[in-house]
């Protein structure tokens, strides 16, 4: 976590060195996954990415994080409007963190209260292309379909994205408000531990970063357009090879 602190410290002030003091951060995407970062990291980490003024991507898979990382997560979702995917996978928040961190991602998405939004409200996500890709697979979570069937019953408007041909990181066949894919597999009860993380973070790279059921119902609205992203720094705190950074899309395969 310290690591993770100057990492965060010397990033931004390389960056204040090239731009005028006070401006945003020009960085679409933060990866930071496969570390050991915990709490204390990962509120580092947030605080970085709500200074970008048009993040899209915070990988935080194959981390430390339980849910004493929840709040900080959630303050994330609540004020970067325009993420597009957050990866929480491969870590160990339990069922409680969890809801914490999906009511959020509603609460950021949505207008008041929980609830399915406004047809129009529908459109206008499906137009700006805004459902949340949130992956919490593989961590802690006891009973997740019961969970969902409390998310559903609470109105919190998300898909499971069991549709790969309509639904994906940039399209919701629903237009909801958030993804939850691959929700199902979770490692508390077979007393599996998050995968070894390599012991420190290495380093900072800067590149330029091209754009690119339970309660399920179904629907038979269009597949949304893919947003165009215009090109930005890319913050990637790395360990090894570039190769790594795909370990967590694995599981897309299988589907």
Not at 179 to 196: I, R, V
Request: charged residues 35%.
């Amino acid at each position: 976590d310290e690591d993770a602190e100057a990492v965060c410290q010397k990033k931004v002030a390389l960056h204040r060195k090239k731009h005028s003091e006070g401006e945003w951060l020009e960085y679409q995407e933060i990866d930071v996954s496969q570390n050991r970062l915990a709490q204390r990291g990962c509120k580092a980490v947030v605080g970085v990415a709500l200074q970008c003024s048009d993040l899209r991507v915070v990988k935080l898979f194959k981390n430390d994080l339980t849910d004493q990382a929840a709040p900080s997560i959630c303050r994330l979702l609540e004020e970067c409007l325009e993420l597009e995917q957050l990866h929480l996978s491969y870590n160990q928040l339990t069922g409680q963190g969890a809801s914490e961190i999906i009511l959020a991602a509603s609460r950021g998405r949505g207008s008041g209260a929980p609830r399915p939004p406004a047809l129009e409200q529908r459109r206008e996500r499906r137009e700006r292309g805004i459902t949340l890709w949130l992956r919490l697979e593989h961590n802690r979570i006891k009973r997740s379909t019961k969970l969902l069937e409390d998310l559903w019953e609470k109105r919190v408007d998300f898909c499971e994205a069991r549709d790969a041909q309509r639904c994906g990181p940039r399209v919701c066949k629903r237009c909801a408000l958030v993804h939850l894919p691959y929700f199902s597999k979770q490692d508390a009860d077979d007393g599996a531990a998050s995968p070894e993380t390599a012991a420190e973070v290495v380093e900072v790279v800067d590149t330029s970063a091209p754009s690119g059921s339970t309660p399920s119902a179904p629907s038979r609205e269009p597949a949304a357009p893919v947003r165009q992203r215009s090109k930005g720094a890319m913050a990637v705190v790395s360990l090894e090879d570039e190769e790594d950074e795909e370990d967590e899309e694995d599981e897309e395969d299988e589907e």
